[in-house]
């Protein structure tokens, strides 16, 4: 994963002035520009969020003062001051997601830097299902769920914040894979919905997904295992029987993913048997016309 916590390489003082002055600038400008109105959200999206992505971008702010920024960034969307269903909103949803998946801030202590952490995972999540959360690109989705997928795996945090990862994961691939419907029903000829994105975010996440639960590559660990089926149940719930009329995901199911969980039912890992007969369950329900051989086996 990424750091997200830097201690902090020498800057040359004047460069670190000029960040400074610049982002206080930004919130002076904010400030005129709000109190010149009765309704803050008349001001533009862009003018209301800048200063604080500016924060949430510099590496030499502390993490107290990060996590400041990132609790206002989940208020302004939860509380409607940014609204994410505007059609103009699209650049201010990417801004703040490229911003917030590379993060960076000054690392004081790990018990602060992880609530720092924890904040990213909360608005990530608000961003993604926010109003505006179908019209995420391939690219934003792909790093959010990178962002999120490698905190869940990170082992040097605490366990607290590797189970909220978790959460958030499952609920984030819930919400992906459900966008599979959509594109199906759009092939049918139903009319384009608009969107966060489409099968080639949802092909990469799923690739990943597939590749983590693999028991033969040596890089990932039984915990990443473990994590990997457990995500992949979530998308199987979700999407199963949607995924087998792609080819692009069929393919990865009656290969890689078969394989490996036929692999894992060989072995001696009593953790991981029992999430890999559930998802096996799921394949061989949604896939029957394609796993003749692979149930016979």
Known sequence: MASFADKGDDMDSSDYEVGRMVILES????????????DPRAVGLQAIIDPFLLVIRDPETAGPITRCALVSIQRFISHGVVDLARGDA?????????????????????????VVLMQILN??????LSAGGSDLNDVAVCEIMETVLSMSCQMRVSEMLRKA??????????????????????ADGAPATPA????????????????????RDLQYTDTMRLLALNTLQSAFQRACYTMAEFPALRELTLGDLSHSLLLILQRDQPALIAPA?????????????????????
């Open 27 to 38: 919130f002076l400008l904010l400030r005129e520009a709000v109190n010149g109105v009765a």
């Open 90 to 114: 699209v650049g201010a949803l990417l801004d703040m997601t490229q911003a917030v998946t590379h993060c960076r801030f000054e690392a004081t202590d790990a018990a602060s830097d992880e």
């Open 123 to 128: 608005v990530l999540g608000a961003l993604v």
């Open 165 to 186: 990862a978790e959460s958030t994961l499952f609920t984030l691939v819930t919400f992906v894979f459900g966008r599979l419907g959509d594109l199906q029903r759009e």
């Open 196 to 215: 966060r994105f489409g099968l080639p975010a949802i092909r990469e996440l799923y690739r990943v997904l597939v590749a983590l639960a693999n028991p």
């Open 277 to 297: 007969l559930r998802v096996l369950y799921l394949l061989f329900a949604s896939h029957r016309r394609y796993t003749k051989g692979h149930l016979e086996l």
